[in-house]
């Protein structure tokens, strides 16, 4: 571990110490860490499943803005992407074939509802068209999803109102879409990520973690946990959950070697670690994760699995400790999914505001894309 973080490692081996006497009693048995084997009803690829083809089943829809939607909205991208790997994960080429099917008008009569790239919400639909090639290697799916990955580090010459803090940002080697949102780490770093594992360009992937190294350096506080913004101090569920994938994602491709990788593990190791404190009972996280009196968010606690469930496969979490907690989760959210493959206790969409209360009423969602994309993303990790 970089000199530079050692101050970090105290820290981390706290809050891991904490997290491992509140898991102790369930972690002495095998099967409280098992990520293998559930019981029938809630094994991944029957869960799994229901939400995919819930989703194929689903028109295209933009919660909260219009209906139809003018553009795919990022709740249904990250949806899309987890489905993408589902399918992958389950060797499901009749689900990958609709997907597919789901993508290929746009290449036709549906081509304006391709969001333009000028916004972190709308560039991280790049994401889906690069795991389409991925799973296809067919070159169409190639070019649109390069596109948005540059265009996301390419300064728009027209067309587009940029400020002063964008153009500074880019001109310091960000994204201009940079706006420091908790959330936006995700939605800039994972459409890099994916140009990375489909071209194989350092460039994409040295973008992305420098990236993550800003936002890390920004928000993370001496807990672990996010603020939503410099000027928003409280640890809003979802926003850390979109922080926690992005990490995991990166993490999942970054080579060994990288410069930047020992800050980024530094700061997703101290995340898990504090996250053990605040997992529920039932395996769940809270809408503002250290409010004991706010409500169980479904959305939030499905990324946070998904981040331990992969820490805990690929060697970098203890999987007696973590392994005991991405199990706790993925029981605990199962209960948030009816039988529709719908998903409850979903927070809207949420921008910034420094009020607390904002957050604890934010409007509870069912049938939310954000929640049907982590059951997704938490059912291809625990499958692969």
């Keep these: 571990m970089s000199s530079k973080y050692a101050p970090y490692k105290l820290q981390i081996i706290l809050l891991a110490s904490i997290g491992f006497f509140l898991l102790s009693a369930s972690a002495q048995n095998t099967s409280s860490y098992d990520l293998k084997h559930f019981p029938k009803g809630r094994t991944p690829k029957e869960i799994g499943s229901l939400v995919a083809q819930h989703f194929i089943a689903t028109p295209h829809t933009n919660f909260g803005y219009s209906f139809p939607p003018k553009w795919i909205s990022y709740p249904e991208t990250c949806t899309w992407y987890g489905a993408l790997n589902f399918a992958k994960a389950t060797k499901d080429n009749t689900l990958a074939l609709q997907l597919t099917e789901r993508f290929d008008p746009f290449f036709k009569k549906d081509s304006t509802m391709m969001p333009p790239a000028i916004h972190v919400d709308y560039t991280v639909f790049g994401a889906v068209p690069l795991g389409m090639y991925l799973q296809t290697k067919e070159q169409k799916y190639l070019s649109i999803g390069l596109k948005y990955a540059e265009k996301s580090f390419t300064l728009p010459t027209a067309g587009v109102n940029v400020n002063a803090q964008a153009k500074k940002y880019h001109d310091a080697g960000y994204s201009w879409q940079t706006r420091l949102w908790v959330d936006d780490m995700f939605m800039i770093t994972v ?141 605990g959210m199962v209960n948030y999914i009816n039988e529709n493959g719908d998903t409850r206790e979903v927070c809207e969409g949420t921008n910034k505001k420094n ?15 954000h929640g049907q994309a982590v059951v997704l993303w938490c059912a291809a990790a625990l499958l692969k």
Excluded at 269 to 287: D, F, P, R, V
Excluded at 357 to 362: I, K, L, S, V
């Design 191 to 331: 459409v890099q990520t994916q140009a990375y594992r489909a071209t194989g360009n350092k460039k994409y992937i040295d973008q992305a973690a420098k990236e993550a190294v800003l936002y890390l350096d920004s928000l993370q506080k001496p807990n672990g946990l996010f603020y939503h913004a410099p000027d928003v101090p409280f640890f809003w569920g979802r926003g850390n959950g979109w922080f926690a994938v992005g990490m995991t994602e990166l993490l999942l491709c970054l080579p060994t070697t990288h410069p930047d990788r020992p800050r980024i593990v530094d700061g997703y190791l101290k995340m898990m670690a504090s996250l053990l404190q605040y997992q529920t009972k039932e395996g769940m996280w809270n809408q503002i994760i250290d409010d004991a009196n706010s409500w169980a968010e479904m959305s939030s606690s499905g990324m946070f699995g998904f981040a331990l469930i992969t820490g805990v496969k690929q060697g970098w979490l203890d999987k007696k400790i973590y392994g005991a907690a991405a199990r706790k989760s993925w029981l």
């Design 355 to 369: 009020d607390r209360q904002y957050y604890n009423d934010r409007k509870r969602n069912v049938g939310d894309m």
